[in-house]
């Protein structure tokens, strides 16, 4: 299993995330990232997704032992030409229909003759693609790749990857040899139609605040930026610590939902940088200084996303740097 920890552990922290998990390998973007996993003291198997972006950087790869996709014969070209210490390990990286990244699969035996014959490459290749529309459950694309990836793989005797997270938990014919789950590690559920608790997923990150002011406003006085939202009556509009400065969706609509001391509430008015406002009609008992959840455990972050038109990625990642990290460590489940 190769646990994808790109993009700073999808906003959960490179190294804490790479320090917590039991994973065979881990698969990052870039070597920025894998050498400060390296710097942290981390040996494990580390594959560069997209390979490298110049010749310069395979001389790192060899020497911190990192693994290299290939997805462009730009880069096996860099390959032949680079004189190395050590051997590099190869994941070959075809396109099975994502049409981003990846080798076409006619080209495959071309290119894995050219890479057997380059000194600086170790010997056993492996082969991998990525899914498009896996997150999909009714699509039929996820089986057209998958045919594609076997045909190309037919006579391939190396290991093979392809699932993400929503083949690992959605397509079983896609495991194969190492699965590459991403957004699952993190306890959200990679579909478009389910939430993490449909995925019996729990949430790692929980993205709280606190109330810092409670005001009493009469019926038709407006709220925040844009005057957005007017009161329907007098009532007690809450104010919570957090807005877009956070990573909290600026585009989150009235009605989104936070829970209050674990009771639901409504977002109204305008995300701010720093502050959002909320209906506090049934929550005569908040007091300024209650807990404010705005994702997390009991509120999972693809209903926010959802509601923001955005997908739970883009929240875990985009936590920005001012907010306190807190790790709580996890209770020991005996099973
Ligand atoms: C990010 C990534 C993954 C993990 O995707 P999730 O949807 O988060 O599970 C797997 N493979 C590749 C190539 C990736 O870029």
């Not at 701010?272 to 209650?290: F, K, Q, V, W």
């Not at 926010?304 to 209770?331: D, H, K």
Request: glycine share 8%.
């Amino acid at each position: 299993m190769a646990a994808a920890v790109k993009a700073d552990g999808y906003g959960h922290g490179l190294v804490r995330v790479a320090c917590a998990l039991d994973a065979d390998a881990f698969a990052v973007a870039c070597i920025e990232e894998a050498l400060i996993l390296r710097e942290a003291g981390i040996n494990r198997r580390i594959v560069l997704l997209e390979g490298v972006f110049e010749a310069e950087e395979l001389l790192a790869c060899a020497r911190h032992d990192l693994d290299i996709a290939i997805h462009h014969p730009e880069q096996l070209r860099m390959l032949e030409l680079a004189r190395l210490e050590q051997p590099l390990r190869v994941w070959l990286k075809i396109d099975s229909g994502m049409h981003r990244l990846g080798l076409e699969p006619d080209t495959l035996l071309t290119v894995r003759q050219r890479l057997h014959a380059c000194p600086v490459v170790h010997t056993q290749i492996k082969l991998m693609s990525h899914l498009a529309r896996a997150d999909e459950r009714d699509c039929d694309y996820t089986v057209q790749q998958l045919r594609i990836f076997e045909t190309a793989a037919a006579d391939f005797t190396g290991e093979r990857s392809l699932a993400n997270s929503a083949g690992i938990l959605g397509w079983p014919d896609t495991h194969f040899d190492w699965v590459r789950p991403g957004i699952m590690l993190y306890g959200a559920s990679p579909f478009v139609d389910s939430l993490a608790p449909d995925e019996d997923l729990r949430p790692v990150m929980s993205l709280q605040t606190r109330l810092i002011a409670i005001k009493r406003l009469r019926r038709g006085e407006p709220i925040g930026y844009g005057g957005t939202w007017t009161c329907p009556e007098d009532m007690d509009v809450g104010v919570a610590a957090v807005g877009y400065g956070d990573g909290y969706p600026r585009h989150a609509p009235s009605g989104t939902p936070v829970l209050i001391n674990g009771r639901a509430a409504a977002l109204i008015g305008r995300v701010s940088m720093d502050m959002i406002t909320l209906d506090l009609r049934r929550h005569p008992e908040a007091r300024i200084g209650d807990p404010v959840l705005l994702w997390g455990e009991g509120l999972p972050v693809e209903q926010i996303a959802q509601a923001a038109g955005t997908i739970s990625y883009t929240l875990l990642c985009g936590v920005t740097a001012r907010v306190r990290r807190e790790v709580i460590p996890a209770p020991v489940i005996y099973g």
